[in-house]
């Protein structure tokens, strides 16, 4: 790379900060034209964050972007447009019942009389030049993923973007769509274009990237020619040196097989397939681990498991009770399986939109599971009031009172509410939905202490976590996922970060 | 330079949404929204009429409550207004916006007065008793068809139920026609049987007393439907469902709760109270049937039961209030029309006033911070 | 003669179907931007009021009163009123994020009363009846020739007022505006999508205020020119109920049209042969209730929304953030 050139983009003592936690501190570095740099996270390391500050989506607390040597104040996705700078997000912003033509003119100021038939001509430039393929009187509405992304890509050209950034971009994609896929980006390069793509998939990273930036918990670590790179360095830069965490693993003798997930197949609502052949054995007295990069199928999972999420035929999910009996979760809704007198408790990832009713108190989100207890018409309110007197004298919430409504209670507290319920109702399966997110360090250890008595009480828990420290310190094992597929159960005791790292961002050939 | 930018492109504040606001100071609010309406229409009436403020609110209060009769005329009218809020409490609470009240009290009132009018020989308790099913049962489907369609293909329901009213209207008029024939009016339905009158209930004799005041039991009725719908909203399973469907589906689905199956019930029930109403309203006032028997309370009903936040206590405080405004402000324009004030201005009056006042939720749900003192509010 | 019965039916159905579909014109616009106006039958009963007003006062203050003036006072007055109620819905709608049916139900409460009580206040005569012939001569005159000349094709393509043909126009210009402007195409994506449409520049809370206020305006135009076309220029205080019921049948034609300007042609017509029944169908020994006549474009209107719904086309569906409200994610 040549280092005389002046880079298209430097970012120089980069800070964000989100209440008191920092996404990125004091991020220094420089990105050229004519190349692809690829920025290389785990989940919470900040990347997206970083990006979102170049688009225009957040301005930064402190240091400076220079865009081509020019110092430049990005205040609003406006401001990057006219510094050349066009982001490809994750969720697409496009308007479903317009064509591809109408999306791309969306907005635009200053061009002239409105004329779709030119600015179709223009799109089919674009796309014979950098090798699309794209129908500009279709529309949104019809389009596969892969196209809403083209789309979204001709749409940042068309407004004369330079500097192209693309938020985790084959996410979406079938790997045939992924090559194609890079190969534009080539062009692009060829064309003198800097591509930012933000991703976590290390052979990605090696087959497209020219150089490889890392961030770590929202620090800068390094940059490296992507030629002198392996996967195994990069999972080295990417998840750090081991933490040793004084998490206690507490052992258990008596392990009982308790659930047992076999060949599940799942789509989500926009008919992707989220879920491919998954199967694995959940045994009480032991916390089953799942990592994962996020989005690879674990709320997909845990939601098909209660009884939320649609599985495929084909599919099996049995329950081995404590006495010994075997029973069928499929196709069961939530009200099913407990009416079979199967405690099964699930805290979800969405505390506030799903397990906790925001604007009720303590009392009233205690009711959530019990409510429809008894026959008579009037909801049992003693019960859940005590329960939650309990919860918050045992777990130390801090509320004014049990009645006011939870949203107002600091994200710590909340999740102790939620966690407290569901393991009042003594279960036999205990899922965890990225149980520490955002808590603090006590919080969380009140957490893991939970989760160890359950465990010793005989529960089989699965925790779905992403601080692989965590998930090392405290499971017994850990099943990968990797693109809505299992890519390893390992033995946390034996395992190393790299390689959960690895089977996160490797797809096994077998397993493919 | 940086900063030449920053004070270009800052707006002067921006919105925060707050959920923090404290019971007292909320209705603090609102009271000062109210008396801040009261203080522009005395501007207005004076400007208008030269009434000074004094005799103004004097007039205001008198006809709302300056004799027993308009006293009677003002709970009367906040009954029915209470009423159909109620209806429209489980419905709201839910987040299904019923705008298809004043259609629901119309055929519930329909059934009721079909059933008076044609089965004149049934015994008093089975008549009463076929009325109210009718009236439950009329109002209860004009309440279930967009509640289906909403539930099974997400069709708008407030288009759907808006609709729906006038629909009810039409029917009304029908059989309006159709009875009246070649009269000029209707006119009132077993003027002289009185069958079907919640006055046939008792006997003749004893006339005097609230006892036999078709009124009274009214509102009697009124209120029991009030204090069961609060506890029905607080204390029941079904209650609870509704608050959790309105919360969000997705935590209803967690819950374990079919989200369809409430939706369904509760606006069977919604709009089956809206038809009792009916019924009530057709048995014990107006004694027939028109088009204009909701009085246009259908839709000031959504208003009430929106400012009262789903609590059917505080529904009888802001009926109660509406309708003061509006028999007050009818006495205004019968003193001073000759002067130009009249009926029409009380409307503009009452209107401004709930503009003013359903304005001021603005500034309970949200505050204004300006950029200045970002760090300082945000820290608090 | 069936014929002339079926031309007189088809003539007063049109006359009628010009003015709801300018209301409904407006109110196209304003749901295009994403907000349901529930108080477009206030917001035509105040366009109205003050539109005959102010001709009213005209005429009978001048000896001979110019055509021109009085267009441009029928209608500009009754614009700018009614831009004035759009102004209201859009301060607590966008600005003050006050849910939107709420609103517009109290705007029409409010507009209603107001039109009364500005008729009443100026026109001094609460029952009574006024009416201002110059202001009917001049707002419902015919194209010369082609109104009286043509046969059948005059009676039934050439014999309305030219108001009715202005606003054939308007519709064909709502269409152009929308499918074939820029600021059309940011204006449906803001109904559509706001977030989007934010993202992408486009001045959101600028364009559902325009929105609401060039619409009311239109709804407002449609007051006067019901007055002029249908109560052939005559005013009471006590027509402004039957004008709010047009307004609420304009909210329906919206859903009818399939919020397609174009559709609105002759969804119009269909409403006001429905309406119109009520006189004709017994002229030609048809007797059946006209109750039950003057229901069907309500009932027509709920087939749609379901058979829409059911159809699952997305061409055919209102916007899709209709009666959402849209603040930017605080950032």
């Known amino acids: ?512 | 330079m940086s900063n030449q930018m920053t004070k270009k492109r800052e707006p002067l504040f921006h919105i925060v949404r707050r959920d923090n606001m404290p019971m007292l100071a909320a209705w603090g609010y609102r009271i000062g929204a109210f008396v801040l309406a009261l203080l522009l229409n005395a501007v207005f009436v004076w400007c208008m009429v030269r009434v000074d403020p004094i005799t103004f609110y004097s007039t205001m209060w008198e006809g709302a409550f300056g004799s027993e009769s308009y006293i009677w005329a003002t709970l009367k009218a906040a009954a029915k207004l209470l009423c159909i809020a109620v209806a429209l409490s489980p419905a709201f609470k839910m987040r299904f916006w019923n705008i298809g009240a004043e259609g629901q009290v119309l055929i519930g009132g329909m059934a009721a007065a079909f059933v008076m009018y044609h089965y004149t020989a049934l015994p008093t308790v089975v008549l009463f008793l076929v009325m109210i099913i009718a009236s439950i049962i009329a109002g209860g489907i004009w309440g279930f068809l967009p509640a289906f369609f909403k539930a099974k293909m997400n069709a708008n329901e407030t288009l759907f139920t808006l609709m729906m009213n006038y629909i009810a209207m039409n029917v009304v008029d029908y059989f309006y026609d159709k009875w009246r024939g070649f009269r000029s009016a209707l006119g009132i339905l077993n003027q002289n049987t009185k069958i079907g009158w919640f006055a046939s209930i008792w006997k003749d004799n004893d006339t005097d007393g609230l006892m036999t005041n078709e009124d009274f039991w009214f509102i009697v009725v009124i209120l029991v439907i009030m204090t069961l719908m609060f506890f029905y909203l607080k204390l029941t399973k079904q209650g609870y469902e509704i608050s959790v469907v309105g919360e969000s589906h997705n935590m209803a689905r967690y819950a374990g709760i079919s989200v369809n199956k409430v939706i369904l019930r509760t606006m069977i029930l919604s709009g089956a109270i809206c038809g009792f109403c009916g019924f009530l309203v057709v048995s014990s006032q107006s004694h027939t049937i028109s088009s204009g028997l909701a009085s246009g309370y259908g839709f000031t009903a959504i208003i009430v039961a929106w400012l009262s936040k789903f609590n059917t206590f505080t529904m009888a405080g802001v009926s109660l209030l509406i309708v003061a405004l509006e028999k007050g402000s009818a006495l205004m324009a019968n003193t001073y029309g000759m002067r130009g004030f009249s009926s029409s201005a009380a409307d503009v009056m009452v209107g401004a006033m709930l503009l003013l006042i359903i304005g001021s939720e603005f500034f309970i749900n949200y505050k204004l911070m300006f950029r200045k003192k970002d760090k300082e509010v945000q820290a608090a | ?331």
């Not at chain 3, 001048?62 to 209608?75: G, K, R, S």
Request: proline share 3%.
């Open chain 1, 1 to 512: 790379m040549n280092t005389n050139m002046t880079p298209a983009v430097t970012f120089r003592g980069v800070t964000k900060t989100f209440g008191d936690n920092y996404a990125n501190k004091d991020i220094t570095m420089d990105i050229y034209s004519g190349e692809i740099l690829a920025l290389l996270g785990e989940n919470g390391s900040g990347k997206t964050t970083l990006m979102n500050m170049l688009s225009g989506i957040y301005y930064p607390d402190g240091g400076e972007i220079f865009i081509r040597g020019k110092k430049a104040a990005i205040r609003s996705p406006h401001d990057a447009h006219e510094l050349g700078i066009g982001m490809i997000h994750q969720h697409f912003k496009l308007v479903d019942v317009f064509t591809a033509t109408e999306n791309v003119l969306l907005g635009i100021r200053g061009e002239g009389k409105y004329n779709p038939a030119a600015a179709a001509a223009r799109i089919r430039e674009i796309c014979a030049t950098y090798g699309f393929e794209l129908d500009p009187s279709q529309k949104v509405y019809d389009m596969t993923v892969s196209q809403k992304q083209t789309l979204e890509i001709v749409k940042a050209l068309y407004r004369g973007a330079e500097i192209l950034i693309l938020d985790e971009p084959t996410a979406v994609l079938t790997p045939q769509e992924a090559d194609k896929l890079f190969s534009v980006l080539r062009n692009m390069r060829a064309e003198g274009k800097t591509v930012i793509i933000i991703t976590h998939k290390l052979q990605e990273v090696l087959s497209i990237s020219d150089r490889v930036a890392i961030l770590r918990k929202g620090g800068y670590i390094d940059t490296v020619d992507t030629s002198s790179a392996t996967e195994l360095s990069l999972t080295e830069l990417m998840v750090g040196k081991k933490v040793e965490l004084e998490i206690e693993r507490p052992s258990v003798k008596d392990r009982v097989l308790r659930l047992q997930v076999q060949h599940v197949n799942a789509f989500n609502s926009e008919g992707t397939q989220v879920l491919t052949d998954v199967s694995f054995d959940a045994y009480g007295g032991e916390i089953l681990g799942i990592a994962g990069i996020s989005g690879c199928g674990q709320k997909e999972l845990l939601e098909a498991v209660a009884g939320l999420q649609k599985v495929e035929e084909g599919s099996e999910i049995l329950y081995d009770d404590p006495k010994g009996k075997r029973e069928s979760l499929l196709g069961k809704s939530p009200k099913q399986i407990k009416r079979m007198g199967i405690s099964l408790s699930f805290v979800p990832e969405d505390r506030l939109g799903m397990g906790l009713v925001g604007s009720m108190g303590m009392t009233g989100n205690m009711m959530l599971k019990s409510y429809s207890d008894g026959r008579s018409l009037i909801a049992e309110t003693k019960a859940p009031k005590e329960l939650a007197e309990k919860i918050r004298d045992e777990l130390e919430v801090v509320t004014p009172s049990i009645n006011t409504p939870v949203r107002r209670l600091s994200g710590g507290n909340i999740q102790k509410v939620l966690v407290g319920r569901e393991i009042a109702s003594s279960p036999a399966v205990l899922m965890t939905a990225y149980a520490v997110r955002g808590l603090d360090i006590n919080a969380s250890y009140t957490i893991y202490h939970l989760l160890n008595q359950q465990k010793q009480k005989g529960v089989a828990v699965i925790f779905v976590g992403e601080d692989l420290d965590v998930l090392l310190a405290l499971c017994d094992r850990i099943l990968v996922l990797c693109g809505g597929r299992v890519n390893g159960i390992v033995d946390a005791k034996e395992t190393t970060k790299e390689q959960i790292g690895y089977l996160m961002t490797n797809l096994k050939e077998e397993n493919a």
């Open chain 3, 1 to 331: 003669m069936t014929v002339d019965i079926l031309i007189g039916w088809l003539q007063q159905a049109i006359r009628f179907a010009a003015f709801i579909m300018l209301a409904s014109l407006g109110e196209l616009l304003i749901e295009k931007s994403g907000s349901l106006n529930l108080g477009t039958p206030g917001t035509m009963c105040v366009g109205a009021a003050a539109g005959f007003i102010s001709v009213f006062y005209y005429c009978n203050s001048t000896e001979d009163p110019n055509a021109a003036i009085i267009i441009l006072l029928a209608l500009g007055v009754s614009f700018v009123a009614a831009t004035f109620m759009g102004v209201l819905f859009g301060f607590f709608t966008i600005s003050l994020r006050i849910n939107q049916n709420v609103v517009g139900l109290v705007m029409t409460m409010f507009g209603c009363g107001l039109a009364e009580f500005l008729s009443v206040y100026f026109i001094k005569s609460e029952s009574g009846n006024v009416r201002c012939q110059e202001a009917y001569d001049v707002l419902t005159a015919k194209i010369p020739f082609l109104s009286d000349k043509l046969g059948y094709v005059s009676d039934i393509l050439f014999s309305y007022g030219f108001m009715v043909y202005a606003t054939i126009a308007l519709i064909v210009g709502m269409m152009i505006f929308l499918y074939r402007t820029r600021a059309g195409l940011n204006l449906r994506a803001v109904g559509e999508n706001p977030g989007t449409a934010d993202a992408a520049g486009i001045n959101v809370t600028g364009y559902k205020y325009a929105a609401a206020c060039v619409g009311s305006g239109l709804i407002g135009m449609a007051g006067i020119f019901c007055v002029m076309e249908f109560k052939s220029g005559a005013w009471a205080t006590a027509d402004v109920p039957a004008i709010e019921a047009f307004g609420w049948l304009a909210v329906a034609l919206v859903i009818f049209a399939l919020w397609k300007p174009i559709n609105l042609l002759w969804g119009a017509v269909v409403f006001g042969v429905c309406y119109w029944a009520e006189s004709y169908l017994p002229q030609m020994g048809i007797v059946i209730s006209t109750d039950i006549v003057q229901m069907l474009p309500y009932v027509i209107t709920i087939l749609v929304l379901i058979v829409v719904n059911l159809r699952k086309n997305k061409e055919n569906q209102g916007p899709a953030s209709l009666g959402l409200p849209y603040f930017r994610e605080e950032r």
